[in-house]
């Protein structure tokens, strides 16, 4: 597998460490010096982060919160995260800029697709925040939008679990993790790979799916330097 451009993906709630909640300074340091590397490798990589971690506005929903309104909360969840990420980045001496969805300057910049992937082929990474700036939209489906719009060359998705299995790993010992996947395939075995929206997207723009392991130390470079298979591959 040869990427030169990469949209990823990431979980608010990885960032929030073992409990999955907050900010984990330690995770965000570990995640900033694998993705460092990859980057002075010659790579290009922007980043999507959720905000799970924070506030999800679909789970607020059961809990008399308005969606449309909860939906903004997470927005601007995703906003910290990537403010956290970018300042970690910079400590490992790179450039990160965070784009945002809707205006928020001077905290971020604006959302442009020319500017983010000016950034990209500058060497910095380019945080693309606040999802697709609209309610009833994951951050699967904004980092889909995203990928599709910088023309990059894959969306990784990281994860907890080292790729796609047949059943969730966590609760069924015997699943079985495959090697790769068509997009055909995934969908007739209703394999949660990412939402529908955000899958659906990816398909009709025949962008591939790398599920890895984030979290497993040396994964990315594994992936985007040495091209070695790790994770599942789901394809066109």
């Not at 300042?87 to 490992?92: F, I, Q, T, V």
């Not at 809707?102 to 983010?116: C, G, I, K, Q």
């Not at 990209?120 to 606040?130: H, I, R």
């Not at 969908?187 to 962008?207: H, P, Q, S, W, Y």
């Amino acid at each position: 597998m040869d990427f030169n451009r990469v949209l990823l993906k990431l979980s608010g709630e990885s960032l929030g460490g073992p409990g999955g909640t907050g900010i984990d300074e330690t995770r965000l340091s570990q995640y900033a010096s694998e993705i460092a590397p990859v980057v002075r490798g010659g790579c290009q990589v922007a980043v999507v982060v959720g905000g799970g971690n924070i506030f999800r506005g679909l789970q607020g929903t059961g809990k008399g919160f308005d969606r449309v309104d909860g939906d903004k909360m997470g927005m601007l969840a995703t906003v910290i995260n990537s403010l956290g990420l970018a300042m970690a980045l910079r400590s490992e001496g790179l450039r990160a800029e965070v784009f945002t969805a809707t205006p928020m300057e001077p905290v971020a910049r604006y959302y442009n697709r020319d500017a983010a992937v000016a950034c990209l082929e500058q060497g910095g990474v380019a945080l693309l925040a606040g999802g697709t700036g609209n309610p009833f939209f994951t951050t699967d489906s904004g980092a889909a939008l995203r990928a599709l719009e910088i023309r990059a060359d894959v969306l990784l998705k990281g994860t907890r679990v080292d790729g796609v299995y047949t059943a969730d790993p966590e609760k069924d010992p015997s699943a079985v993790r495959y090697d790769e996947l068509s997009f055909g395939e995934a969908i007739e075995k209703n394999l949660k790979v990412m939402d529908l929206t955000a899958f659906a997207l990816c398909k009709e723009g025949r962008l591939p799916i790398v599920v890895f392991d984030m979290n497993a130390v040396g994964n990315l470079q594994s992936l985007l330097l040495r091209g070695e298979k790790t994770g599942t591959l789901v394809h066109p």
